[in-house]
């Protein structure tokens, strides 16, 4: 089993910054990859980005390519987002997520919440 504890969410102005980590522990060894979702007011929850556990690969969602970056310290059994040039509609519950290879998304954080002003 892996646990996972993400942080970092906050009040932020439009335009500024903000970073999220997410502290993994357990079987961290099993991990093949870690994303970061949200989940806005009356909204489905959506894939904001992936990074690889092993050789970093990253991707991301179109609304927010650009403004944010996924990161790993494997040393720590932490990873992060980096999120830049803030926008209104990037408020949201956040949650940190990691999976096995060849599986989905099936360790989950308790969410965070970022809310960005105007």
């Known amino acids: 089993q892996v646990q996972l504890v993400d942080s970092g969410g906050g009040l932020v102005q439009a335009g500024g910054s903000l970073r999220l980590s997410c502290a993994a522990s357990?079987?961290?060894?099993?991990?093949?990859?870690m994303g970061w979702f949200r989940q806005a007011p009356g909204k489905e929850r959506e894939f904001v980005a992936t990074?690889?556990?092993?050789?970093?690969?990253?991707s991301y969602a179109d609304s927010v390519k650009g403004r944010f970056a996924i990161s790993r310290d494997n040393a720590k059994n932490t990873f992060y987002l980096q999120m830049n040039s803030l926008k209104l509609e990037d408020t949201a519950v956040y949650y940190c997520?990691?999976?096995?290879?060849?599986?989905?998304?099936?360790?989950w954080g308790q969410g965070t919440q970022v809310t960005v002003s105007s």
């Open positions: 990074i690889r556990w092993n050789g970093g690969s990253t």
């Open positions: 997520a990691a999976r096995g290879a060849g599986v989905a998304f099936s360790y």
């Open positions: 357990g079987r961290t060894f099993s991990i093949y990859a």
